[in-house]
């Protein structure tokens, strides 16, 4: 076949006219860069912006002691947590063998969660604004489980706080432990970092309600 010389020639498409498939920020990640940052640096007067504490990642922990004799539990944590999570956790085996608790090593006890990046912004985002405040009689987070390096853990009674969790599709409450690590070397940073992100801490010096007593009636003599 004889090619056409007034046929312009056909231009590879270049890799700068491929559409960019841009992935945003969740919008605790946006407040965290717009609103935290500049506080942190005012507060504490950091000179570099390397300095400036931030989320290294968030570890989600649900123990499953019930799984030794009800291997349906184990199933369900990891349904639930998934849900919540939105990862895959992964299955967390006894290292030692206890007798007293018919527990052998290597048995399936509990699973755990490590997120990071956006999904770990997302879920803290609904754990603060959405789950915390569903606690029954809740009275704001305690802010004495700081470990003493800027990490903070908190633990949850149930998983039926989180609105992505149907009431009629679990078996059994079960508490959450959550750890969140922080690039912060002191305390005192990191609760002030969380607080600024709407952690809702408890007030210091804050006594526990007292409950009024009825009025004592007096016989009469």
Known sequence: MARNPQAAPVEAPRATDAPQASIGKSRLHERYERDVVPVLV????????????????????????????NSKALDATVRDVSIITGQKPIIKKARKSIAQFKLREGMQVGVSVTLRGERMWEFLDRLMNAALPRTRDFRGVPSRSFDGRGNFTLGLREQLIFPEISYDQVDRARGLEVS???????????????ELLGMPFQREGEAAPTVARPPVRRRRR
């Open 42 to 69: 005012r507060d504490f007067s950091y000179k570099n912006p390397m300095q400036v504490p931030r989320l290294a990642k968030v570890n989600v922990n649900v123990g499953v002691g019930e799984a030794i004799a």
């Open 180 to 194: 969140i690590v922080t690039t912060a070397e002191t305390d005192q940073e990191a609760r002030r970092l969380l």
